[in-house]
């Protein structure tokens, strides 16, 4: 039996993992004193809330050594063998942390693979390994996904610069004259699993252009299709979408 495990940062609820048969290790996040696991003691609304209401940037970090220990344990000695999805490495120290954990332990049942990407990319390559965890062994469960996130393209537009330039991404000066000009950088995961930025655009209605054009540049899969997200606000996704002549 091959079960995935992956992180939070994938999007799953604990409650669809459960009916998904996988597992999802929440990452933490800490506002000012207060530290929190995603997924289970903070979910999205309370997030955006206290990023914007609050004044205080957060931070993420790593699950503990011991969430990996005790999940590799458990499946050692149920026979299971555990396929570990998580965050990108460039992005985290979770592939680190589960490297550390399986070498220490000996867990020969464990195998490692650097998703290289987070958020939909990952809740992609996870729900599709979950479908094929029955069917497929091992090696052939690793070339589906290896081959998977090869064709897997992320895209997505910044309408603040205001959290880049508290997180120390970019500087104060920077992004108060990117403020000023309304400029919208569009980002995407690269091939290492980076967050890299390809394109700055002067407004939102400019930048929803942009990504429709960079997306129709591309042949889209009709088994995998397109995937939305969004954080606040879903006016421009609601924009790209008709745009795109998709129905909303």
Avoid: W
Wanted: hydrophobic share 40%.
């Amino acid at each position: 039996m091959i079960q995935i495990l992956t992180d939070s940062s994938c999007g799953i609820s604990q409650e669809e993992a459960k009916r998904l048969g996988i597992d999802v290790i929440p990452l933490c996040i800490t506002f000012g004193e207060e530290t929190f696991r995603d997924g289970v003691d903070l979910f999205s609304e309370a997030f955006y809330r206290m990023l914007t209401e609050g004044g205080v940037l957060p931070h993420t970090s790593q699950p503990a050594p011991y969430e990996f220990e005790e999940r590799f344990e458990r499946a050692r000695a149920e026979g299971t063998t555990l396929l570990v999805l998580p965050i990108s490495s460039a992005l985290s120290g979770t592939l680190q942390c589960a490297r550390m954990v399986k070498e220490n332990g000996g867990y020969d049942n464990v195998y490692l693979y650097d998703s290289r990407c987070t958020t939909l990319m990952l809740e992609l390559l996870v729900r599709e390994a979950a479908k094929r965890a029955e069917t497929l062994s091992i090696e052939e469960l690793i070339a589906f996904v290896d081959d998977l996130r090869s064709r897997a393209h992320l895209l997505a537009g910044i309408d603040t610069l205001e959290y880049l330039a508290k997180g120390g991404r970019l500087n104060t000066a920077t992004a108060a004259i990117g403020s000023l000009l309304r400029v919208k950088p569009i980002i995407t995961i690269g091939d290492g699993g980076t967050i890299d930025v390809i394109g700055k655009k002067m407004g939102s209605k400019t930048a929803v252009r942009e990504l429709c054009g960079m997306v129709n540049l591309n042949k889209i899969d009709p088994e995998y299709g397109i995937r939305f997200l969004y954080s606040m606000r879903d006016a421009n996704v609601r924009e790209l979408i008709v745009r795109m002549g998709l129905d909303p």
